[in-house]
């Protein structure tokens, strides 16, 4: 959660407020510094530069700062996930290794070396290796599967651009000719490339990559061939209920 936070949460909030803040101000059309930056330079530029954000990709004052707080954070989060748990597993196998069995009087005897979490003899370097490449999986793929969704951030970008160049170049080009054969004309063109192109091929398109993005980058989590995946649950508060009531 601290890792995902610290890069993606920070980039929907640098989309919120480049959203919401007003370009076309008067006090923003008198500086020359006040345009709007590209989110990506500036995701980018957090890692590579840390601490240096150039006037062209600055959003508010000290952007810097918190910047280099969230990187911290992302970067402290990775041990955060490697370490603890192989040993606390082992600090608990160590508390579990001898067991006290009362027969009229207290005798101390040896338990086998396994580990009860894991049924089957505790090994604390395979635990070691084994969370090692849990978190490398995660880390690689927060940013890779983050990163192919983001298409479906930059369809919607050409979306709209598709939009205003039909409508420019179609539409308001034939109604400043003034002649009522070019506007229809000219209007027939705009109607027919908006329904073909911008509602059938561009939805089309996002449809197709919404589900291949689905199926890749969010049910490899599920389904697998070696048979290690583990069936969907969506979250329900009825089951959380009902999971109360029986135990």
Same mark, same amino acid.
């Given at each position: 959660?601290?890792?995902?936070?610290?890069?993606?949460?920070?980039?929907? =909030?640098?989309?919120? =407020?480049? !959203?919401?803040?007003?370009?076309?101000?008067?006090?923003?059309?008198?500086? *020359?510094?006040?345009?709007? *930056?590209?989110? &990506?330079?500036? %995701?980018?530029?957090?890692?590579?530069?840390?601490?240096?954000?150039?006037? &062209?990709?600055?959003?508010?004052?000290?952007?810097?700062?918190? /910047?280099?707080?969230?990187? %911290?954070?992302?970067?402290?989060?990775?041990?955060?996930?490697? %370490?603890?748990?192989?040993?606390?597993?082992?600090?608990?196998?160590? @508390?579990?290794?001898? /067991?006290?069995?009362?027969?009229?009087?207290?005798? $101390?005897?040896?338990?086998?070396?396994?580990?009860? #979490?894991?049924?089957?003899?505790?090994?604390?370097?395979?635990?070691?290796?084994? /969370?090692?490449?849990?978190?490398?999986?995660?880390? %690689?793929?927060?940013?890779?599967?983050?990163?192919?969704?983001? @298409?479906?951030?930059?369809?919607?970008?050409? #979306?709209?651009?598709?939009?205003?160049?039909?409508?420019?170049?179609?539409?308001?080009?034939? +109604? $400043?000719?003034?002649?009522?054969?070019? +506007?229809?004309?000219? =209007?027939?063109?705009?109607?027919?490339?908006?329904?073909?192109?911008?509602?059938?091929?561009?939805?089309?398109?996002?449809?197709?990559?919404?589900? @291949?993005?689905? !199926?890749?980058?969010?049910?490899?989590?599920?389904?697998?061939?070696?048979?290690?995946?583990?069936?969907?649950? *969506?979250?329900?508060?009825? $089951?959380?209920?009902?999971?109360?009531?029986?135990?």
């Amino acid at each position: 959660m601290i890792f995902m936070n610290s890069i993606f949460g920070y980039l929907v =909030f640098l989309i919120l =407020f480049k !959203w919401l803040k007003n370009w076309n101000s008067e006090a923003c059309m008198s500086d *020359p510094t006040c345009e709007p *930056p590209d989110l &990506k330079a500036i %995701l980018i530029g957090m890692f590579m530069s840390p601490g240096n954000v150039p006037p &062209k990709l600055k959003l508010y004052d000290g952007q810097a700062f918190v /910047q280099v707080l969230l990187l %911290l954070a992302a970067l402290v989060a990775i041990p955060w996930m490697l %370490l603890p748990k192989p040993f606390l597993l082992k600090a608990r196998f160590e @508390r579990t290794k001898y /067991q006290i069995v009362k027969n009229n009087s207290d005798l $101390e005897t040896p338990a086998s070396d396994v580990d009860s #979490h894991h049924h089957g003899p505790f090994n604390f370097g395979d635990t070691m290796v084994n /969370q090692m490449i849990h978190t490398i999986e995660f880390v %690689l793929g927060a940013v890779s599967n983050t990163a192919s969704y983001l @298409r479906l951030w930059a369809l919607s970008l050409a #979306h709209a651009e598709l939009s205003d160049v039909f409508l420019e170049k179609l539409l308001y080009t034939s +109604i $400043e000719t003034g002649s009522p054969v070019g +506007i229809v004309i000219g =209007f027939s063109m705009w109607l027919c490339a908006t329904i073909g192109v911008l509602m059938l091929m561009e939805s089309l398109s996002a449809f197709l990559h919404a589900l @291949r993005l689905h !199926w890749v980058e969010f049910q490899n989590k599920f389904y697998n061939l070696h048979g290690t995946g583990r069936k969907f649950a *969506p979250f329900d508060f009825a $089951e959380l209920r009902q999971a109360e009531t029986e135990s």
